[in-house]
């Protein structure tokens, strides 16, 4: 027997809970993709994608995934010989920098301290040390999925300016974009990117790039590496195919057209403070499972990856177990009570004492886009169950501690 015959609830760090009105708005016959309706909403779209991003520059929109926006970004602001710095907080940080290796690029990179963000002290220091001012471009994440990092871009961003290099910032916003506050401009970043299936709640498969001036500017009588990938065209485009390098993704654009305007209605800024909220019941409730008091009073091995609140993300929360206790808990939620939980991943990290983590002695939650009081405290209360159910230690009162974090809103 388990208790699963219900709906089964997504806790996992992207793809993220999809709006029925999403689903909805993508249930329709094919469109013209030449003129009409599709060809205004998609220019509608990319306004509300810059009026999110706080960017005056240009939103770039590609058919593929988070990765996709990655190599997007490299490819247009970099060319195979030239220099990245790159800084990792996380399996995603180190990810975009190897894809960096693999096009050619000479990649530094420079590692955060296990659980901690970036030092924009030793950005700077690296920087400075450029006397030749070969690095083209820094690349960092905004919220790492894997580790649950936040970095402070306004003090990277400061880093640069003070080293007085003119390398270009380019930051990656897949985890966090439509969960956290982010203003392109105002920060001086130069690309943003990200992708629909996380705070955009839209199913997987359109990636975004905003190119600001200084990025566009950087390579403009360059040679293309790819014809695909290269943003010119696309920014220059007077028709949809064209827009797309071929046919659109019809279908994804409507689901995000909805999306879009389910956040709009809500207002950014509101959103943004659910998302602080449901984050702050997270931790609540960690904070109180990580005390010994229940199980047998034995020492509970429950932490949050990150100690420093400033330096959480918004959009997921990674938690460290014993070993083995990670995998038996996601495996129990699954099966007996319909949460799927978030794995543990290697968090590519090599900076600090520990070396990545063990994947069955790490779980996630996410907590972005279409969520709300019951969905979340529904997630900690299956966890709460499951913590018993698998005997693991962990201290009382979880659920009495989220609910007092949220019981304070509105």
């Known amino acids: 027997m388990s208790l699963t015959h219900g709906r089964d609830h997504l806790a996992i760090p992207g793809p993220s809970v999809i709006p029925s009105r999403v689903l909805q708005a993508m249930q329709r016959p094919a469109?013209?993709?030449?003129?009409?309706?599709?060809?205004?909403?998609?220019?509608?779209?990319?306004?509300?994608?810059n009026a999110l991003a706080g960017c005056s520059g240009d939103a770039v929109l590609y058919i593929g995934n988070g990765h996709a926006a990655w190599e997007a970004a490299l490819v247009n602001t970099l060319a195979p010989g030239e220099h990245l710095l790159a800084l990792s907080s996380g399996r995603f940080g180190r990810?975009?920098?190897?894809?960096?290796?693999?096009?050619?690029?000479?990649?530094?990179?420079?590692?955060?301290?296990?659980?901690?963000?970036?030092?924009?002290?030793?950005?700077?220091?690296?920087?400075?040390?450029?006397?030749?001012?070969?690095?083209?471009?820094?690349?960092?994440?905004?919220?790492d999925t894997s580790s649950s990092v936040r970095n402070d871009i306004a003090a990277i961003?400061?880093?640069?300016?003070?080293?007085?290099?003119?390398?270009?910032?380019?930051?990656?916003?897949?985890?966090?974009?439509g969960c956290e506050p982010f203003n392109m401009d105002s920060l001086g970043v130069d690309v943003y990117i990200s992708a629909c299936q996380k705070g955009l709640m839209t199913p997987p498969g359109l990636a975004i790039v905003f190119v600001g001036e200084r990025a566009r500017l950087a390579r403009q009588?360059?040679?293309?590496?790819?014809?695909?990938?290269?943003?010119?065209?696309?920014?220059?485009?007077?028709?949809?195919?064209?827009?797309?390098?071929?046919?659109?993704?019809?279908?994804?654009?409507?689901?995000?057209?909805?999306?879009?305007?389910?956040?709009?209605?809500?207002?950014?800024e509101a959103v943004w403070t659910r998302h602080e909220q449901l984050a702050g019941m997270v931790w609540a409730a960690l904070d109180a499972w990580g005390q010994s008091g229940e199980q047998g009073c034995l020492e509970s091995s429950l932490s949050l990856h990150v100690a420093d609140v400033d330096q959480r993300s918004?959009?997921?929360?990674?938690?460290?177990?014993?070993?083995?206790?990670?995998?038996?808990?996601?495996?129990?939620?699954?099966?007996?009570?319909?949460?799927?939980?978030?794995?543990?991943?290697?968090?590519?990290?090599?900076a600090g004492t520990v070396v990545g983590s063990s994947t069955d002695a790490m779980f996630r939650i996410g907590h972005m886009g279409h969520l709300n009081l019951p969905m979340l405290m529904g997630t900690l209360s299956s966890i709460d169950a499951g913590l018993k159910a698998c005997n693991i230690p962990h201290g009382g009162g979880a659920l009495e501690a989220a609910s007092t974090v949220c019981s304070g809103y509105g």
């Open 95 to 143: 990810g975009w920098a190897e894809m960096g290796t693999a096009l050619g690029i000479n990649v530094q990179v420079i590692d955060a301290e296990h659980g901690q963000a970036i030092n924009a002290e030793q950005v700077a220091a690296t920087l400075k040390a450029d006397t030749r001012q070969q690095i083209r471009a820094v690349s960092t994440v905004q919220s």
């Open 314 to 350: 918004r959009a997921v929360t990674a938690i460290h177990t014993a070993p083995g206790d990670g995998a038996r808990l996601r495996q129990w939620c699954k099966e007996q009570a319909g949460v799927t939980l978030g794995i543990g991943m290697d968090l590519g990290i090599s």
């Open 31 to 49: 469109p013209d993709i030449y003129a009409g309706e599709l060809v205004e909403l998609t220019d509608t779209i990319l306004d509300q994608l």
């Open 221 to 268: 009588d360059a040679s293309p590496r790819s014809a695909y990938w290269d943003w010119r065209p696309r920014i220059a485009a007077s028709t949809l195919p064209e827009r797309f390098a071929g046919t659109p993704p019809t279908h994804h654009l409507f689901g995000l057209k909805e999306a879009l305007d389910l956040l709009f209605t809500e207002t950014p």
């Open 157 to 177: 961003r400061a880093s640069i300016d003070s080293s007085g290099h003119p390398a270009l910032l380019l930051v990656d916003g897949i985890c966090s974009f």
